[in-house]
């Protein structure tokens, strides 16, 4: 018998497909309310009809097992991806005042590429590192994913690594190429990110890519593994690359905090914090805040002077490091933002208002 949703002629298919023609990142989907799209950052209305509780049960049909469901209506969450021919999605399911709503977030089953990204060549750099630990970090929806996705991509392309990622859910798929690629999917192949990194460290890796540095558990592992001759990427929800340094030695106890610092400074290749903004185009640009662990950085970290750091970055560009507000005014200066994007965006709006005035 075809779903409610089937037979009111509306697939989830249609809708995802919809959005992924119009280059759209998100389909938001609620009982009691229409469908709607994020549109570079903005959501926007559509004309499809109110969403009822049977049509919304059709859709988890299509791209949810019956057991899944069944979680979802005892957990009243559910987090997954599915895969549709023409692209992937990340499925997040909740219980509102409303009823069960629904996000997806469309995956390009094509992975760009570093150069397709306009993405600096210091982030190729960091891809030759042997061993050590790579952060990139950002707010949600800040692109981590595919910048992280075109790194991984560069090294299977060009080097013959063998590479595992453990992540919650996998978004990017990668086919081995150059590079042996194993993916696992916490709560799927796995049941936690620590368990699944320690037991990646017997399975001979050469790169080991952690979706979240969510606990101390996994960040006490991932520096250990960058510490014995590993490299380790991995992801935080951070603003700046300072600031990841901070959130990492605030899951420690003061007394602990030293030694961290320690391995922190010794297994650090760099941070990348990143953003994304509207561009003039219509289209979206990353800009980041670029953090490399040079001698004088280690040297700062390790003493725990931090502010330090953050002063040195701007100075340091022959290096590869650069601030968000150098990078949004590069933007900028390229013609590809417009003054307003660049000041909105500014995590130091004083600062940028000079720079665009031209007195910094």
């Known amino acids: 018998?075809?779903?409610?949703?089937?037979?009111?002629?509306?697939?989830?298919?249609?809708?995802?497909?919809?959005?992924?023609?119009?280059?759209?990142?998100?389909?938001?989907?609620?009982?009691?309310?229409?469908?709607?799209?994020?549109?570079?950052?903005?959501?926007?209305?559509?004309?499809?009809?109110?969403?009822?509780?049977?049509?919304?049960?059709?859709?988890?049909?299509?791209?949810?097992?019956?057991?899944?469901?069944?979680?979802?209506?005892q957990t009243l969450d559910f987090d997954g991806a599915a895969q549709f021919e023409f692209s992937r999605i990340r499925i997040n399911i909740f219980d509102t005042l409303n009823g069960p709503a629904l996000v997806l977030r469309l995956i390009p089953n094509k992975i760009l590429t570093l150069e397709q990204l306009n993405l600096p060549s210091v982030f190729r750099d960091m891809c030759h590192y042997h061993k050590g630990l790579i952060l990139v970090t950002g707010p949600t929806g800040s692109g981590k994913s595919t910048t992280l996705a075109?790194?991984?991509?560069?090294?299977?392309?060009?080097?013959?690594?063998?590479?595992?990622?453990?992540?919650?859910?996998?978004?990017?798929?990668?086919?081995?190429?150059k590079s042996l690629i194993k993916q696992r999917e916490v709560g799927r192949h796995t049941l936690k990110f620590d368990s699944a990194l320690k037991a990646s460290l017997r399975e001979d890796p050469d790169v080991i890519l952690v979706g979240e540095m969510r606990d101390k558990e996994t960040v006490n592992t991932a520096l250990k593994a960058a510490q014995t001759g590993h490299?380790?990427?991995?992801?935080?929800?951070?603003?700046?690359?300072?600031?990841?340094?901070?959130?990492?030695?605030n899951l420690y106890e003061p007394e602990q905090q030293a030694p961290v610092r320690v391995s922190i400074?010794?297994?650090?290749?760099?941070?990348?914090?990143?953003?994304?903004?509207?561009?003039?185009?219509?289209?979206?640009?990353?800009?980041?805040?670029?953090?490399?662990?040079?001698?004088?950085?280690?040297d700062y970290i390790m003493r725990g002077e931090l502010d330090e750091v953050e002063a040195l970055m701007p100075k340091c560009g022959f290096d590869g490091m650069c601030t968000m507000n150098q990078s949004l005014y590069a933007l900028y200066e390229a013609g590809r933002i417009t003054e307003e994007v660049a000041l909105e965006q500014s995590p130091r709006q004083n600062e940028m208002a000079q720079m665009l005035r031209g007195r910094v």
């Open 1 to 73: 018998m075809a779903s409610p949703a089937a037979r009111s002629g509306l697939s989830l298919e249609k809708i995802v497909r919809e959005a992924f023609d119009k280059g759209f990142s998100d389909v938001h989907l609620g009982v009691g309310e229409v469908p709607r799209f994020r549109d570079r950052g903005q959501i926007a209305l559509t004309d499809y009809p109110e969403i009822t509780e049977p049509m919304f049960y059709g859709w988890l049909e299509e791209v949810l097992k019956p057991e899944e469901i069944q979680q979802f209506k």
């Open 231 to 249: 490299l380790v990427m991995g992801t935080l929800h951070t603003n700046s690359a300072v600031k990841t340094v901070e959130r990492i030695l």
């Open 150 to 177: 075109a790194m991984i991509d560069y090294m299977n392309r060009e080097m013959p690594k063998h590479i595992i990622t453990i992540e919650d859910p996998i978004e990017f798929v990668h086919q081995s190429q």
């Open 265 to 298: 400074a010794e297994a650090l290749v760099g941070v990348i914090a990143q953003g994304l903004c509207r561009t003039t185009d219509g289209k979206r640009a990353a800009y980041h805040d670029i953090l490399l662990n040079t001698d004088a950085i280690k």
